[in-house]
């Protein structure tokens, strides 16, 4: 198993930046494809990007494409997400997830272990 922790969230004026990490603890990092995915209040939950094992492989929802950047150091077990010209639009409560089979994928059921999120409130 491995344990997942968030943090970097906050609130930020639109246009402006901020960079999320997740921290992992337990299991081999590098065995685990990671995601990161968000939930604005009454929606569901939402595919941001993914990336593979060895970070050579990175998938965008075309929503942030172009201004968000996931990336990770397997060494420190942590993977990020630098998120640039932020909308109001991008307010929610950011989740990372791993999953166990390494493939980078989209959908919220098909990773195994999740983080409990940090909120990101954009304003306009």
């Known amino acids: 198993q491995v344990q997942l922790v968030e943090s970097g969230g906050g609130l930020v004026q639109a246009g402006g930046s901020l960079r999320l990490s997740c921290a992992a603890s337990g299991r081999t990092f590098s065995s685990y494809a990671m995601g990161w995915f968000r939930q604005a209040p009454g929606k569901e939950r939402a595919f941001v990007a993914a990336?593979?094992?060895?970070?050579?492989?990175?998938y965008y929802a075309d929503y942030v494409k172009g201004r968000f950047t996931i990336s990770r150091d397997n060494a420190k077990s942590t993977v990020y997400l630098q998120m640039n010209s932020l909308k109001p639009e991008d307010t929610a409560v950011y989740y990372c997830?791993?999953?166990?089979?390494?493939?980078?994928?989209?959908?919220?059921?098909?990773?195994?272990?999740w983080g409990q999120g940090t909120q990101v409130t954009v304003s306009s």
């Open positions: 990336i593979s094992r060895s970070g050579g492989i990175t």
């Open positions: 997830a791993a999953d166990e089979t390494g493939w980078v994928r989209v959908g919220v059921t098909e990773y195994h272990y």
